[in-house]
């Protein structure tokens, strides 16, 4: 319904934005059920600190941040950045009410929750799990 995008497109390729390029490699999406809940799996049996951005296409805050986000990857490389759309993934995102959502892992384990997004407070919360 008049939707001109790709919708063969997903994750950070099917937002439409014009995102900053990652530089390190620490920053993926992902773009089904599937794929989200390998990620997770990955998570809980790594040491390195993480942060999931779960958000929408159709959310606009989530719009405003997620280029915020990409930048951050690049100024936090020990950190993975992983973006969830929860369309894309509507199962293992059932629990996510709020978008966008940011859970924060370490040594497997969540260990921290915000929702919506400033930049300065994103920018904090991974300065701090860091």
Excluded at 41 to 53: D, H, Y
Excluded at 64 to 89: H, M, R
Aim: charged residues 20%; negative net charge.
């Amino acid at each position: 319904m008049g939707d001109s995008g790709d919708s063969s497109k997903k994750g950070l390729e099917g937002t439409g934005l014009a995102l900053p390029p990652n530089k390190h490699g620490n920053l993926i999406s992902a773009s089904s059920d599937e794929n989200l809940n390998h990620i997770l799996l990955r998570i809980k049996s790594s040491k390195t600190p993480t942060v999931i951005n779960y958000g929408a296409s159709w959310c606009g805050v989530c719009s405003q941040i997620l280029p915020a986000f990409c930048k951050l990857s690049n100024q936090f490389p020990k950190l993975s950045f992983v973006y969830a759309d929860i369309d894309e993934c509507p199962e293992t995102t059932h629990h996510i009410r709020y978008t966008p959502t940011f859970h924060f892992y370490r040594d497997g384990e969540r260990v921290d929750e915000m929702f919506g997004a400033g930049e300065e407070q994103l920018h904090d919360r991974l300065w701090l799990h860091s």
